[in-house]
């Protein structure tokens, strides 16, 4: 009976666990209420935990229930520290992680139940068999991608036939996970171990040749496997709250791979077999000569707009300028200036990087529009301040069929009748190409780090009037 009623409030845990999860990603998907959703969708996971925990204290030795403690307090100690540590312009190298370990972590599941021979059910084999490749895939993957963004690994591996050795490791792969699925008991054979291997070796191979350019969509991709495989062994354990999590982690993410291949106008396919970012480099064909203005100028041209369309980029998230950059809007504002901030969907280095950094900094959503909103007020704007953008202000992606980011939507900051754009020197954006838009007859470049920048933008502001 006692056993009953822990079971019966484990399995509630789990649907309200799972209503969590679910709200939370509603909310996630205004800046108004993702901090909560955050929160919302932690909770869940809390009462998932602890409902799990409860389940094992009624069936586990104490020795495994020693090991899932100490495993608790280890992963939740070092997620804790880091999560707290992390800089903002770290974070997609951060979510590589924690998607590899959720990979790993039902990848490992599936490798205790294989292992162990309890699973004789096909369909639980297969599903098992399943979410350990793509967990065990999605693992190694994504630590590469940790590595290369991390700056851990500069080059990536290339060689020709790459394509067909990839093809070849697939295929073996999956020719010992029939052997697994086809096997009475698989429990004693080697096929397991060499299966494994295999879908490790596959993610490290699959990973190694993308360019860094395209890491972070590969990292939302691999997060789309690991909710799949966390999904595949929910069934296996019979757990619901994992199937569940596991299956809106996995459309979550598919939606996000697809927005942000959108975004920059790529297909899944392009960006995993392509390797852009690495060969454009440099490329863009772009003539003429950029034309740099001081800070006084700058902002006696602000002081006396009507209105300015701000543009932040990844160079404001290095430079941490929004709160001065929220402070000269202020200013501006106060001096009678309609005051806009236009926001690219991959602007920064992960979808919603500058939405966060500007909600950090107490800038009102009614102040932020997106592409779509925006792009056509460029026009009666008197000046596009860029602050740390490149490659989402370019407008070579709109008119220059060579361009290696032909196609790719832009904010146009180009059609304002004046255009000032904050950056160090002559260094390219995240693509490595020129852009047209600094050479421009209406573009004066501010040179300096965007937070020193903006300061004596304030300062010139201020000095106008
Ligand atoms: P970007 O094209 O990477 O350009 C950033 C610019 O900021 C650089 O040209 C750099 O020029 C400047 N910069 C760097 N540090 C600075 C500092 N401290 N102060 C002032 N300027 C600084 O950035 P973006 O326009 O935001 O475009 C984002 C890129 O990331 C796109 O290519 C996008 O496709 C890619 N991407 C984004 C996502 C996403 O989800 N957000 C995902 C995948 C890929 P200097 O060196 O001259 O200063």
């Known amino acids: 009976m006692a056993s009953f009623s822990i079971e019966t409030l484990t399995q509630l845990s789990y649907l309200a666990a799972a209503a969590l999860f679910i709200l939370g990603l509603k909310r996630m998907s205004s800046p108004v209420t993702a901090v909560s959703g955050v929160r919302w969708a932690g909770l869940g996971m809390l009462v998932a935990t602890l409902a799990t925990l409860a389940l094992i204290f009624t069936r586990a030795s104490q020795f495994n229930l020693i090991l899932v403690i100490a495993a608790i307090g280890v992963g939740g100690a070092l997620a804790w520290v880091s999560g707290k540590r992390v800089a903002m312009t770290n974070m997609p190298q951060m979510i590589a992680l924690y998607n590899g370990m959720g990979g790993g972590a039902a990848a490992a599941i599936a490798a205790v139940e294989l292992y162990r021979g309890s699973e004789t059910n096909l369909v639980h084999l297969t599903m098992a068999t399943v979410g350990a490749f793509i967990g065990a895939v999605s693992f190694s993957g994504s630590l590469i991608a940790f590595a290369k963004l991390q700056g851990l690994i500069t080059k990536s591996v290339r060689f020709g036939g790459q394509k067909f050795v990839n093809l070849a490791i697939l295929l073996v792969t999956l020719a010992f996970g029939f052997m697994v699925v086809s096997a009475t008991n698989p429990s004693g054979l080697p096929a397991i171990s060499l299966f494994f291997a295999g879908a490790l070796i596959l993610g490290v191979a699959m990973t190694l040749p993308i360019g860094g350019a395209d890491m972070p969509v590969v990292i939302s991709l691999y997060n789309a496997l690991t909710g799949l495989a966390v999904g595949f062994e929910g069934f296996v354990l019979d757990n619901a709250a994992m199937i569940i999590a596991g299956t809106v982690v996995g459309a ?41 203005i001081e800070a006084s100028d700058a902002g006696v041209m602000m002081a006396y707009s009507q209105k300015i369309i701000i543009v932040p980029g990844y ?51 009614d102040l932020i529009s997106d592409l779509d909103e925006i792009n056509a007020e460029f026009e009666t704007a008197d000046v596009a301040l860029v602050i740390g953008a490149n490659d989402v202000v370019n407008p070579d992606a709109r008119a220059n069929r060579s361009s290696p980011i032909y196609g790719m939507p832009i904010l146009n900051a180009d059609k304002a009748k004046n255009v000032i754009v904050i950056k160090r020197g002559q260094g390219q954006g995240f693509s490595g190409i020129d852009n047209a838009l600094f050479v421009l007859d209406q573009t004066r470049m501010l040179y300096g780090d965007a937070q020193a920048a903006v300061g004596q933008l304030i300062q010139a502001v201020k000095a106008a009037g």
């Open 315 to 365: 160079g404001l998230a290095v430079a941490q300028a929004q709160h001065k950059v929220w402070e000269l809007a202020q200013l501006l504002i106060d001096h009678g200036v309609k005051v806009r901030f236009a926001i690219h969907p991959v602007a920064g280095r992960m979808p919603g990087h500058m939405n966060v950094l500007l909600a950090e900094a107490g800038v009102p959503y």
């Open 252 to 292: 979550a993410g598919t939606l996000l791979t697809q927005l942000m291949a959108k975004a920059m106008n790529r297909s899944l396919g392009n960006v995993l077999f392509a390797n852009f970012g690495e060969t454009s480099s440099g490329g863009g064909g772009v003539t003429g000569t950029q034309k740099a």
